[in-house]
């Protein structure tokens, strides 16, 4: 309103301006022209000719006055006229100066004005921009590492879904926005398989865990965060149930505000290779006399995933309930040679489930980042089949071979191989593998740490598992363990 009135006056101005130059005073000037006959004396030519001469000489003598005063009239009224004319071009000049001034006067009112205006709608304009900008990256994205740090082994396939089948596989992230939404897509295990092998999954916002589901559907889209306000967030979404009873996806992760961001790698990545133990098997249920449920696996709550928090490490699990060096777990003595950990050591995983009809085990792992430090926590299972002295010998000789395996994937690594949670009856012989294969090979980058049996005192999980409270002791053990070696 103060703009459009400012015009108003200014145009105002302008033609009263223009009404002065064009009524200026104008003086008529009047020449008067006078003319005499002359007459004719037929009786006396002479006479008449003198008097007709002396009349015409008096008439020109008038003529002459007559001009010559009509002369100094016109002269005197082209000079007033003249002088008219240059008090009204003086006039003229000073309303057109005054027009001026206050045409300038009244553009600096408008111009105040209007910067006013201009710097308070600038403003909303400048919220509105930001806002805009913040929301200009808007869309749903793939879960590729353009977006996301993938955790652990994890396969991105054709199909522009991240696959996840080890425990502790996912991804993380970082957003600054309004909204987050993640699309999990599940297995044909997670569709139709029973209950207790379905996959279970967390997704953190900032560290604080505010999905904790069972992924039963093919897909599944979760509100993972939602505000008024824009905010910077950290999600990371965490497979808490093991590799071979079933996989999940992410397939898309969609913001409303800027295009999600994979979070820094950290300085050290920690591979743990295991067994249910590793798993964290049971270890949301502590009746030791309930069975193996994926609903009660929490791999968040093991000592593997305890000991990377405390060293601020990147964590890779690679670990399956049952699974040993030279046997899986057997009940009646018979060795249990399908269930290996070295059969799949170099594979993204084992599962009965698949990465939308591939097979984790069909896939290699590239190893294309090398862990720095490598701790292997099998024999458990083994203690099973190994009831004897010549058992035992073969398990420890089976247990180098795999520690030449590591090594060749991870030519750098400290390699800290551990036992005794569960059972203490193969420390001696893995001991015996560790310093043998020092001799053997020169390598004194492996390392052996025997840990203390679990204990009534800190309760059993199901099967006769760990507890958090005993998962927490072990992984005091291992964590000091990693910081002697690495200094």
Not at 222 to 234: A, G, I, L, M, P
Not at 300 to 323: C, F, H, I, Q, R
Not at 368 to 392: F, H, P, W
Not at 412 to 429: H, R
Request: hydrophobic residues 35%; aromatic residues 8%.
């Amino acid at each position: 309103m103060k703009k459009a009135r400012a015009m108003a006056i200014i145009c105002a101005l302008i033609l009263t301006a223009a009404g002065c130059s064009s009524g200026g005073d104008s003086v008529d000037t009047e020449v008067t022209v006078t003319t005499t006959d002359s007459e004719s004396a037929a009786e006396n030519e002479t006479a008449a000719e003198t008097e007709a001469e002396t009349e015409a000489e008096a008439d020109e003598s008038e003529t002459e006055a007559e001009e010559s005063e009509t002369e100094s009239e016109t002269e005197s009224e082209t000079e007033a006229e003249t002088e008219a004319e240059t008090e009204t071009a003086e006039d003229e000049s000073e309303t057109e100066a005054e027009t001026e001034a206050a045409a300038a006067e009244t553009e600096a009112e408008v111009t105040d004005t209007t910067t006013a205006a201009t710097e308070e709608d600038v403003t909303e304009t400048t919220t509105a921009a930001e806002i805009e900008a913040a929301q200009s990256d808007s869309g749903t994205y793939a879960a590729d590492e353009s977006v996301v740090t993938p955790l652990g082994r994890t396969y991105f396939g054709d199909d522009d879904i991240l696959w996840c089948a080890l425990s502790g596989t996912g991804a993380e992230f970082t957003f600054t926005g309004t909204k987050c939404e993640v699309e999990i897509k599940g297995d044909t295990v997670c569709m139709t398989g029973a209950v207790d092998n379905k996959v279970r999954i967390a997704i953190y916002v900032d560290g604080e865990r505010v999905i904790d589901d069972m992924v039963d559907v093919a897909t599944e889209t979760y509100t993972v965060f939602e505000s008024d306000t824009e905010q910077t967030v950290d999600i990371k979404i965490v497979k808490l149930s093991e590799a071979a009873q079933s996989c999940f996806g992410i397939k898309s992760i969609t913001v409303e505000g800027e295009k999600p961001v994979p979070v820094d790698k950290k300085d050290m990545l920690i591979e743990f290779v295991g067994d249910s133990i590793t798993c964290g098997y049971g270890v949301d249920d502590e009746d030791r006399d309930h069975h193996f449920s994926t609903t009660t696996e929490d791999v968040t709550k093991t000592y593997a995933y305890k000991t990377a928090e405390a060293l601020n490490a990147d964590y890779s699990m690679v670990s399956y309930s049952g699974y040993g060096i030279i046997s899986g777990y057997t009940s009646d003595g018979t060795k249990a040679s399908s269930q290996l950990v070295p059969t799949y050591y170099n594979k993204v995983g084992f599962s009965y489930g698949s990465f939308g009809g591939v097979a984790p085990s069909d896939i290699e792992w590239s190893f294309e980042r090398q862990a720095d430090v490598v701790v292997i926590n099998l024999g458990t299972n083994d203690s099973s089949y190994c009831k004897d002295s010549d058992k035992m010998m073969e398990y420890a000789e089976g247990y180098m071979d795999f520690i030449k395996q590591v090594r060749a994937a991870n030519p750098n690594a400290k390699i800290i191989c551990t036992l005794g949670t569960m059972g203490i009856d193969l420390c001696e012989y893995l001991e015996y593998a560790v310093i043998t294969y020092n001799e053997e090979t020169g390598d004194n980058d492996v390392y052996y740490l025997g840990l203390p049996a679990q204990t009534g005192s800190d309760g059993y999980a199901a099967d006769w598992h760990p507890t958090e409270a005993t998962h927490e002791k072990a992984a005091a053990l291992v964590t000091a363990k990693i910081q002697e070696i690495m200094g």
